[in-house]
């Protein structure tokens, strides 16, 4: 059975996007895995449908309500997770990323205004994600990330030229940086190593640029890196 990811919105009109084009698209169209996107609004309250409230304690901006959130939510819930987008979320990793696209799916929900009524993530124990520290306008684009990164791990999608095994949050360690022709450009030259047609030599020319980058700008990685048994070079 194939991948099935389930999106509660009330912008149902954003998807699929960009996961309409390219590697996700072909892999759609080919039953790899299938997109139900949801409008919020249908389950919303009177003749303007609506979908939020003020904020009890006051402050700026609306909060969605739980029970219409707990309507769409139940309308598509099953055994696969329910993910609610939101800063306040764990970071999205590549690990967990792997995990989600080895399961059956996944059904999102996206936040707008000032975000959801807590009760409802309660009450559903849904996960809470975050993509990144910083603050988008709704949850779509991150449903959107979390998607892509999934959908492009899933069995058969990638072909060979395009593995994720050395790619970056793998080993853990940024990849190594890359090059192809013309050899000398803007009169800057390739690395001579990766044009010697040793192999032995260009793997360790790659790990030790891949640890240089890593140890310069993601300290954190490199620090699990060398935790995790790797020599320091
Ligand atoms: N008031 C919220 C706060 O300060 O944490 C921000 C709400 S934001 C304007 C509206 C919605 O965008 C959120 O409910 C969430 O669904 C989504 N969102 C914003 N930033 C996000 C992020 N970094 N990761 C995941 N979802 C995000």
């Known amino acids: 059975m194939s991948w099935r990811a389930d999106v509660l919105s009330i912008f149902p009109s954003m998807f699929p996007g960009p996961l309409g084009e390219s590697l996700a698209g072909k892999a759609m169209e080919a039953g ?29 901006g ?7 959130l707990d309507a769409a939510i139940g309308s598509v819930a099953d055994e696969r997770p329910l993910i609610v987008l939101t800063p306040r979320g764990a970071p999205l990793t590549q690990k967990r990323v792997r995990e989600l696209a ?12 000032e975000g959801i009524d807590q009760r409802v993530i309660d009450a559903r124990q849904a996960e809470e994600v975050s993509i990144g520290d910083y603050i988008l306008s709704g949850g779509e684009v991150a449903a959107l990330v979390l ?11 990638m072909g060979a030229a395009e593995s994720a095994v050395e790619e970056s949050f793998s080993a853990p360690l940024l990849e190594y940086p890359h090059y ?54």
């Open 32 to 60: 790899s895995w299938s997109l139900k996107v949801t409008d919020i609004r249908d389950f919303g309250l009177g003749r303007h449908r609506s979908v939020d409230d003020t904020p009890f304690g006051g402050g700026a």
């Open 102 to 113: 080895g399961g059956p799916g996944v059904i999102l929900l996206c936040g707008r205004f």
């Open 62 to 68: 609306m909060v969605m309500r739980p029970d219409v």
């Open 147 to 157: 998607l892509d990164a999934a959908i492009r791990l899933l069995p058969g999608v």
């Open 180 to 233: 192809t022709r013309p050899a000398v450009w803007a009169q800057r030259a390739v690395p001579e190593t990766l044009t010697s047609g040793n192999h032995a030599a260009i793997a360790a020319w790659r790990l030790a640029a891949a640890r240089q980058t890593t140890k310069t700008r993601r300290p954190d990685l490199y620090n699990q890196y060398i935790a995790s048994g790797a020599s320091a070079p």
